[in-house]
Structure formats: C-alpha cells, structure tokens
C-alpha cells in the first residue's frame, strides 16, 4: 500500500481511538480525499485463493455452485465451477483473453470479452472484473472529475457531467473506503450494473468482500448474481491449471 499522506491520514482514522469519532472525521473528507483514501485501500497481494458459493438467477433459471477461485493480481483470474464435487467448468481470463470450456455439452470458447459480458449481462474487461471481484471501483476515479456527497451515511461519488446516455454513480463505504455500492446505466441502451457489497471481512489487515450482489438487465432480459466468498488465503501458493479438452465444440457468438 503506498503510504502518500493521505493514506497515511486514512490509517490513522481506521486505528484510532473511537469507532464513531473516527467515521465522523472520516465523513468530513473531501472528494480528493475519498478517492485517495479508497485507491489506498486497494487490495494488496501477488496471488489469492478463494472458495466462493455462487448463485446465478435467469429468467430460464437458477443454479448454485461451488466456485474454487484463484488470481494472479493484474494477470491471470482463474475459476472452475463444481456440483457435488464435479467439476462443471472451468474459465481462465487474462488482461487479454478469456478461455472457458464447460462438460455437459462439451463445448469451449476462446477469445475477447463478449462472453464475460454476455455471462454479466453488460461489456466488461480484465481490470473492471478484477476490481469487482475486490470491492474496488470498476471505473477509474479521477477526483478533478467527479463530485462527492453524504448520502446514507456513506460517501456518494458520482462525475461532475455524465457522459451523453452514460449514468455512474458509486456508494463508498467511510470505515473503510471500498465499495458500497456502484451503479451504471445507459437509457439509451436499456441497460443497467447494480453492484451492491455486504460486510467486508479483514484479511493480513486487508479488506475483502463476503458478499457481492450483481443485478443486470439489458433490454428487459435480467440477470442477477449472487457471490458469497467463503474463504480466502492471500499469497499463497497456488497454479492456474487450464487445458481445453480434446473434441470439445467452440462456442459461436452472435
């Protein structure tokens, strides 16, 4: 974590004295200091390991698995999907690329981040999965553009203009400067990413998720995603075994 003075100011607000004394100096902050204070809270690891119950809700259905999920910070998400101890998938994304292969039907896809997108219901890349899988901001803040407020007892940052057909606003939690919650829509599109947090759990002095809320609809198609992280080791030593089997069928998007 880079000690700049703010986050040096935000360390002190989180160890002293006085939980509510500490949260209201907290809420005084400015908008620089919101979004200094919560890059500074980013999560800080080379490797994660984590067992993770997740329920993915369709108008056609709704499944619960057992998620093993495993990064390499900034390279590599890895994630297989199991029921009852069988194993149902397995995805591998990179900054780059994203690869899945899933044995009911034997099939396999290997390309861009449509799928991931398609899977979430709105576009998505490496660093905005990243981020929500952590508790950060899936856009980058800039505090020359954007605007704060106390809203709900926590701070409320949205951009100083919107983009044409383009709503953001995040909800930022003051006891520890992650996400509450973020919003996104675009009118336009009929299109809108609720992500909403629950409690965040402390890790090697590090805040982590223990509950993601994912809501998306996309034309009056809506999909909602539920991920509960059941265990997480930080830097330990893990590997990002990933081999699309033989005579699989690839995936043809439209």
Not at 198 to 215: A, K, M, V
Not at 229 to 242: E, G
């Amino acid at each position: 974590m880079r000690l700049t003075l703010y986050s040096l100011l935000f360390l002190l607000l989180l160890t002293s004295c006085g939980g509510v004394k500490k949260v209201a100096e907290a809420k005084k902050a400015t908008t620089k200091e919101i979004i200094t204070w919560h890059k500074a809270a980013e999560t800080n690891f080379k490797t994660l390991a984590g067992r993770v119950q997740l329920v993915y809700d369709t108008e056609e259905k709704t499944q619960s698995i057992t998620v093993s999920l495993r990064m390499e910070k900034d390279k590599k998400i890895w994630i297989k999907a199991s029921i009852l101890g069988i194993t149902i998938a397995k995805v591998y994304i990179t900054p780059s690329q994203v690869s899945y292969y899933e044995t009911i039907g034997n099939t396999y896809f290997e390309g861009d981040f449509t799928l991931l997108g398609d899977w979430l219901g709105t576009p998505i890349n490496f660093q905005q999965a990243q981020n929500l899988l952590l508790g950060q901001s899936i856009f980058a803040l800039n505090a020359k553009e954007y605007n704060s407020q106390l809203f709900q007892n926590k701070f409320k940052v949205i951009p100083q203009q919107q983009p044409q057909d383009f709503i953001h606003s995040i909800l930022i939690n003051p006891e520890n400067f992650k996400i509450a919650a973020e919003t996104l829509s675009q009118p336009r599109d009929n299109r809108l990413l609720s992500i909403r947090y629950g409690d965040y759990q402390l890790i090697d002095n590090q805040f982590l998720p223990t509950n993601i809320f994912i809501n998306t609809s996309e034309s009056g198609k809506k999909t909602a995603i539920e991920i509960n992280y059941r265990k997480i080791d930080l830097n330990a030593r893990v590997s990002f075994p990933f081999k699309i089997p033989e005579g699989y069928e690839a995936i043809q998007l439209n």
